[in-house]
């Protein structure tokens, strides 16, 4: 069964530092998204993006995140200066309708 | 009013028990609702989708209420492997995709 993937499955990274977190979305798929989830707390929508462009965004992905699917497999997160708030697990997640399959995710500690 | 509420539970079910619960959203325009499963630590899976008819998979059933601007799932015969959080997902559909929407998860402890 195809599934997505996620790489790295744990970051550390200290604060004011960039992270890219990787994913490879299901490959027949068109819709692409991230979210993420502070330990203890609700899934929360970052941004979905679809041919090439952000579709939506939350009011959480300000400034300091970017998407960018750089070949035609990978779909990546860039965070610019990691706060310590950032620390949560990020899942990526891939439809080709309102369906989404989400990868195992990956966790960002901000240290 | 939050946009997508859930009661958190937990809702502690005997095992064979059947368990129900809701999910209420604010936004009466949202369009597609659906039913995630997530397990401790593990990244949500799609349960189902819920229809305006209502719609049934297995021991699983699912309800649309517009007018109350709620969907339902309802569990039948519990098996200890339903323990879970359960995720409402609500989408709004915009001019460019969608806006989605998570519940914070009602927690069903299955017991032997």
Redesign the interface.
């Known amino acids: 069964e195809p599934e997505v993937t996620q790489t790295p499955s744990h970051q550390v990274t200290q604060m004011g530092q960039e992270v890219i977190l990787r994913c490879v979305p299901i490959s027949n798929h068109l819709y692409f998204y991230w979210y993420r989830q502070i330990l203890g707390q609700k899934v929360e929508f970052l941004v979905s993006f679809y041919n090439n462009e952000i579709s939506e965004k939350s009011e959480i992905f300000d400034d300091q995140f970017s998407v960018e699917r750089p070949d035609g497999s990978n779909f990546t997160l860039k965070i610019r200066s990691t706060k310590l708030e950032d620390s949560a697990m990020y899942f990526c997640a891939s439809s080709d309708n309102y369906e989404q399959y989400f990868g195992p995710g990956t966790r960002l500690t901000v240290t | 009013r939050k946009e997508v509420e859930q009661d958190p539970g937990p809702f502690n079910v005997p095992e064979g028990a059947t368990v129900a619960f809701n999910c209420t959203y604010s936004n009466s325009a949202s369009q597609?609702f659906?039913w995630y499963r997530?397990d401790c630590?593990?990244?949500?899976?799609?349960l189902m989708?819920v229809y305006s008819s209502g719609n049934e998979d297995g021991r699983f059933t699912a309800q649309l209420n517009r007018a109350s601007q709620y969907i339902s799932l309802l569990i039948r015969d519990s098996k200890l492997s339903d323990s879970a959080t359960y995720?409402c997902v609500v989408?709004l559909t915009?001019d460019?995709?969608?806006?989605?929407?998570?519940?914070?998860?009602t927690q069903v402890v299955v017991t032997p």
């Open positions: 597609s659906f997530q630590r593990k990244e949500p899976k799609l989708s995720l989408i915009t460019s995709w969608g806006k989605f929407q998570f519940g914070a998860g």
